[in-house]
C-alpha cells in the first residue's frame, strides 16, 4: 500500500505538466541552495573573512527578508506566482554568478543580501504554487515528493560541489553552479508558461502594522502561534546551524570530505523524507510538527556537545532522521488556513522567521568567534522553546 502511494503520486506528477515543471525547478534550486549554503562559510574562511561578518551579512540579508516577505506574498497572490517564480530564478542566477569577483567583507556581504531577497520572492511564489495543486488528503505524499526532489537536488549539489572545492576552488564551484539556475528558469518558462498579468492595488503592497496584517487572516490566534514557533526556531536554526561547514573543519575534516559527507546524507534522507510523506497522511500531522523542532533541539545539543568529527557526525545522522518530519511542517501550516490567504499567511509567518532572522545569524556569528560549544548550546535551548511552543497549537483539522 506505501509502495502504490509513493508510485501513484509520481506518477500524478509525471502526469502534470505545471506539477512537474514545478518539482524539476526545485530540484534544480536546491542544486544550487544546498551547495551555496554549505560553500558560504567555507569561502569566507578561505578569504580569511571572519564568519561574524557572515553572521552580519545573514542578518542584513533577513532585514530585506523580513521587509519583503508580506508584501511578496500579496503579490503572488494577486497576481502570476509562476512569473514571479521565473524572475526570481534569474536574479539568483545573476548574482551567484558575480560571488567568485568579490573579494571584501563589503562586496560579499551586499551578494549574500541580494541572493537571500531573491530565494524569498522565489519560494513565496512557489510554495503556495505547489500546495494548490495537491489533492485532499494527500498533501503529505505531495510535499514528500517535493521534498524528494529538494534532497536529490541538494545531494548533487553538495556532492558536486565537494569535488569542485577539492580540485579547482571555490570560485569554479560557485560558477559551475549557476547553469543550474538557468535550466530553472527554462523549466518554469516552458511548463507553466507565465503570462506576466494579474492587478494588484498599490494600498494591498503596502506593509500593514503587523497585529493588523495577523487580525487579517481567519485564524488569527491560530497564526500567533506560528509566528511564535517561528521565532524561536529562527533564534535557535538561525543562529548557528549555517556555521556548520566551519564546525566541521574546525573538529579536522578536510572541507571536500565533509561537503561529500554532507551530500551523501541528503541522499540518505530521500527514503526518510517518504517515509515521512507517508506518515503525514496517516498520522498526527501535529505530533510529527511538533517532533520536527524537537530532533532539530537534539541536534543542536549534539553540536555543542562535539569535541570530535564522531559527535559532529552523530548530528548529520540527526539531521537525516529530522528529514521525516518535514513533510507535515508545511502540511500542517496550510491545514490551517484558506488556500485564497495561504499565501498571505506563510508571507507573514516569513516576516518573523527573518525578523528573528536580523539578530540571530549576527549573534551566532559572534558566539562562534567567543566559544562554538556556547553558540550551539543557546540555539539548541531556543529549539526547546520552539518545540514548546508547537505543543499549544490545535490539533488536526478534520481531512475530507
Not at 503579490?75 to 524572475?87: G, Y
Not at 571555490?170 to 518554469?188: D, E, K, N
Request: with cysteine.
Amino acid at each position: 500500500m506505501a509502495d502504490a502511494r509513493i508510485r501513484d503520486a509520481f506518477l500524478a506528477v509525471a502526469r502534470d505538466r505545471e506539477r512537474a515543471g514545478l518539482l524539476v525547478a526545485y530540484l534544480l534550486l536546491f542544486v544550487v541552495v544546498d551547495a551555496y549554503g554549505q560553500l558560504l562559510p567555507l569561502y569566507y574562511r578561505e578569504l580569511g573573512v571572519s564568519v561574524a561578518a557572515l553572521g552580519v551579512a545573514k542578518s542584513v540579508g533577513n532585514g530585506v527578508e523580513a521587509v519583503a516577505s508580506g508584501p511578496v506574498g500579496v503579490l503572488a497572490d494577486e497576481t502570476d506566482r509562476a512569473a514571479i517564480a521565473v524572475v526570481a530564478g534569474g536574479a539568483l542566477a545573476v548574482v551567484l554568478a558575480a560571488f567568485p569577483f568579490a573579494g571584501g567583507a563589503l562586496a560579499l556581504g551586499a551578494l549574500v543580501v541580494a541572493f537571500a531577497a531573491a530565494r524569498l520572492v522565489f519560494n513565496t511564489a512557489a510554495t503556495p504554487l505547489l500546495s494548490a495543486s495537491f489533492e485532499t488528503g494527500a498533501e503529505g505524499v505531495g510535499w514528500a515528493v517535493r521534498d524528494t526532489a529538494i534532497y536529490v537536488g541538494g545531494a548533487l549539489g553538495v556532492a558536486g560541489t565537494g569535488l569542485l572545492v577539492a580540485r579547482l576552488g571555490y570560485g569554479s564551484a560557485f560558477l559551475a553552479l549557476v547553469p543550474a539556475l538557468v535550466a530553472l528558469v527554462a523549466v518554469l518558462a516552458v511548463a507553466h508558461r507565465p503570462t506576466f498579468g494579474g492587478a494588484v492595488s498599490l494600498p494591498s503592497l503596502s506593509r500593514p502594522r503587523p497585529l493588523a496584517a495577523v487580525r487579517a487572516v481567519s485564524k488569527p490566534g491560530v497564526l500567533a502561534r506560528f509566528l511564535a514557533v517561528k521565532l524561536f526556531a529562527g533564534l535557535g536554526m538561525g543562529s548557528c546551524f549555517y556555521l556548520l561547514p566551519v564546525r566541521a573543519v574546525d573538529l579536522g575534516v578536510a572541507a571536500g570530505t565533509f561537503l561529500l559527507a554532507f551530500g551523501a546524507a541528503k541522499v540518505v534522507a530521500v527514503a526518510f523524507t517518504l517515509l515521512g510523506g507517508l506518515a503525514t497522511d496517516r498520522v498526527s500531522r501535529k505530533a510529527l510538527y511538533v517532533g520536527n523542532f524537537a530532533i532539530e533541539a537534539v541536534m543542536l545539543a549534539a553540536l555543542a556537545l562535539a569535541d570530535s568529527p564522531a559527535l559532529l557526525f552523530v548530528a548529520v545522522g540527526l539531521y537525516v532522521l529530522q528529514t521525516t518530519f518535514e513533510p507535515a511542517v508545511l502540511a500542517f501550516f496550510f491545514d490551517q488556513f484558506d488556500e485564497e490567504e495561504s499565501g498571505r499567511a506563510w508571507g507573514i509567518s516569513g516576516v518573523v522567521a527573518r525578523g528573528t532572522g536580523v539578530v540571530a545569524p549576527a549573534v551566532g556569528g559572534y558566539l562562534y568567534r567567543v566559544s562554538p560549544s556556547l553558540a550551539f548550546g543557546l540555539g539548541a535551548a531556543a529549539m526547546v522553546a520552539a518545540t514548546a511552543a508547537a505543543l499549544t497549537l490545535p490539533g488536526d483539522p478534520a481531512r475530507a
